[in-house]
């Protein structure tokens, strides 16, 4: 008696092609996509080693000139600062129409909500409208790389995105050669050529109630021994303890 054949239907030998095709489809795309994220990676190393070389140097010409300024019994005058983070600390109720679309402006519509600010005439004119409202200054390094490691949202869509990963910078800031959170850190501090897309691509930071409180008065300026209004580079203290 001649064995009998299996046959196999021909729905599921093509089933089993398409099948095939696409694992070795994967494949490739998984090789490929590796060796991109490898390239990148070097990329963004070389980057970051090129931005603290550029902190390390502009520190120590600030440092060198205060010391030359002072050899020569003579005051050094540092250069006006570009950038300023802004916290909202109050104003709710009876808030007047001019500073509640300035505070919408500045997208700060809730309390203890942050955002940075490029410093020229016109922001200075609109911070000073609302500084009952709001207190500020010019953060640092240090504060600037917490922010958005800590607090930092990406708006995609409209929507409020985690960062948690590169991908997510580079989808929507890659056309202006940002790419990682150390291009955005850099951008933002330095205010670069694309710091209006960069920093629209922030949402505001939601920060905390400051740790111990708030200090002074709210409705008082900050020489007076209060909250509100610009503390220049006393902002840092404030942001960690809101951080």
């Known amino acids: 008696m001649a064995p009998s054949v299996v046959t196999v239907p021909e729905s599921v030998l093509k089933k089993r092609k398409t099948l095939e095709k696409i694992n ?4 490739v795309k998984a090789v490929a996509s590796k060796k991109d994220a490898k390239t990148k990676r070097q990329v963004i190393f070389k980057r970051a080693e090129q931005y603290v070389k550029e902190y390390r140097t ?4 600030e440092i060198r000139l205060k010391r030359a300024a002072k050899a ?3 005051y ?7 950038l300023a983070f802004v916290v909202r600390i109050k104003g709710i109720n009876k808030l007047a129409p001019k500073p509640r679309k300035i505070l919408q402006l500045l997208r700060l519509t809730k309390i203890n909500a942050g955002v940075f600010v490029k410093l020229n005439k016109a922001t200075l004119q609109m911070l000073q409208w609302v500084s009952p409202y709001i207190a500020w200054g010019y953060p640092n390094l240090k504060t600037t790389r917490e922010l958005v490691y800590k607090r930092g949202f990406a708006k ?5 995105i985690p960062i948690h990963d590169n ?3 580079e989808k929507s800031l890659g056309q202006y050669g940002v790419i990682c959170m150390e291009d955005v850190i850099h951008e933002i501090f330095t205010v670069g050529p694309h710091f209006k897309q960069v920093n629209n691509f922030l949402w505001p930071f939601g920060l905390s109630n400051p740790t111990g409180g708030f200090r002074g008065k709210k409705v008082r300026h900050f020489i007076e021994r209060g909250e509100c ?3 220049e580079d006393k902002i840092n203290e404030l942001v960690q303890r809101m951080n």
């Open 58 to 61: 502009k520190e120590r010409d």
């Open 156 to 160: 995609v869509n409209k929507q409020r």
């Open 76 to 82: 050094y005058v540092p250069s006006e600062a570009k």
């Open 229 to 231: 209004g610009n503390r």
């Open 72 to 74: 020569n019994n003579s």
């Open 24 to 27: 070795a489809e994967r494949a």
């Open 167 to 169: 991908a997510v910078i």
